[in-house]
């Protein structure tokens, strides 16, 4: 099992920038690839960013592709998701989650584990 919590959501004004962590604990986090997704209301959850196990592999959503970096401690234990010029459209709730195999992945489907979420404003 493994249990994750993500943190530093909140409200920003548009341009602004941001630090989500994820905190990991159980099985050995650094065998996982993990990810971030997230939602926002009426919508259905998206892919936002992934690294592998070792962090050789990065792959971002278009949306967010030059703005936000995902990057991982293996030795904290945690991952975490920087936002830069943030913009309106980027409210949502962020998840944090582990992947079955130790790969970067867009797929939803291969992410076995997920964290309650944190929430991200952004005003106009």
């Known amino acids: 099992q493994v249990q994750l919590v993500e943190s530093g959501g909140g409200l920003v004004q548009a341009g602004g920038s941001l630090r989500l962590s994820c905190a990991a604990s159980?099985?050995?986090?650094?065998?996982?690839?993990m990810g971030w997704f997230r939602q926002a209301p009426g919508k259905e959850r998206e892919f936002v960013a992934t690294?592998?196990?070792?962090?050789?592999?990065?792959y971002y959503a278009d949306s967010v592709k030059g703005r936000f970096t995902i990057s991982r401690d293996n030795v904290r234990s945690t991952v975490y998701l920087q936002m830069n010029s943030l913009k309106p459209e980027d409210t949502a709730v962020y998840y944090c989650?582990?992947?079955?195999?130790?790969?970067?992945?867009?797929?939803?489907?291969?992410?076995?584990?997920w964290g309650q979420g944190t929430q991200v404003t952004v005003s106009s």
């Open positions: 159980g099985r050995t986090f650094s065998a996982y690839g």
């Open positions: 989650a582990a992947a079955r195999y130790s790969s970067a992945s867009s797929n939803a489907d291969q992410y076995v584990y």
């Open positions: 690294i592998s196990w070792n962090g050789a592999s990065n």
